[in-house]
């Protein structure tokens, strides 16, 4: 079965410095790889994700992330971060062989202070 | 993208009652699924949704605590039954395309409190 980490509960960082927020991921085949946000009282809405192809993937507001096969890792990524970036982030994987299971992680929330 | 909406948004219950949920979407989707995201916790998959036929149950949650239909392809509704403070959380319709099973789309949640 896959599963999701993401190792940091919180992360803060300041306007205009990148950002990282880290996933790992365990499944036994090749994986789909996800980023999702949430904003305060609001639904999940799709950031990115890996299906197949370049290991560096670009999505909405600026966010990339980058697959890592070797280290299992998917991590988001932006070069700048904005105050408006603050929410919770959720890294989630889907074994290719079962498209009805998508894990997530824990999720972790980005501040982003001015 | 596919556009999902739920009803209703919020709702503050008693404990012992029930609450239907409802999730419509705007085009005809594959699949569908009900999620349950707990206070301060990441998002479990509670089932999913078939049409025409009883939906399919993750473990640790049963149809008689959580009956769903999905009488087509664009609609379905979670209850929430005999509830106690411990079901306060939000819950998340969500579905997959059809052709793009590899993406889902999230409704915008419902928020409920047991009181």
């Known amino acids: 079965a896959q599963s999701v980490a993401q190792p940091e509960d919180q992360v803060n960082v300041a306007e205009g410095n990148p950002l990282t927020v880290k996933c790992t991921y365990s499944?036994?085949?090749?994986?789909?790889l996800f980023w999702y946000v949430q904003y305060p009282n609001r639904g999940l809405q799709f950031l990115l994700k890996y299906i197949t192809g370049d290991n560096l993937v670009k999505g909405s507001y600026g966010f990339e992330a980058e697959f890592n096969k070797s280290q299992t890792s998917f991590h988001l990524k932006k070069p700048s971060a904005l105050v408006s970036d603050s929410a919770l982030y959720f890294c989630a994987v889907r074994d290719r062989r079962n498209n009805n299971d998508m894990r997530f992680g824990a999720g972790t929330r980005l501040t982003v202070k001015p | 993208s596919a556009v999902i909406s739920q009803k209703p948004s919020r709702d503050i219950c008693q404990r012992g009652t029930s609450l239907t949920i409802q999730c419509q979407v705007d085009?005809?989707?594959?699949?569908m699924f009900w999620y349950r995201q707990q206070p301060g916790q990441s998002l479990t998959l509670i089932a999913t949704?078939?049409?025409?036929?009883?939906?399919?149950?993750e473990s640790g949650f049963v149809i008689d605590k959580f009956p769903i239909s999905r009488p087509n392809l664009t609609f379905s509704t979670l209850t929430v039954s005999n509830m106690s403070p411990e079901d306060s959380s939000i819950y998340l319709c969500s579905v997959g395309v059809s052709g793009r099973v590899d993406e889902q789309f999230f409704g915008p949640g419902t928020r409920l409190t047991v009181l």
């Open positions: 085009s005809q989707v594959t699949m």
């Open positions: 499944v036994s085949g090749n994986p789909y």
């Open positions: 949704a078939n049409q025409g036929s009883e939906a399919t149950y």
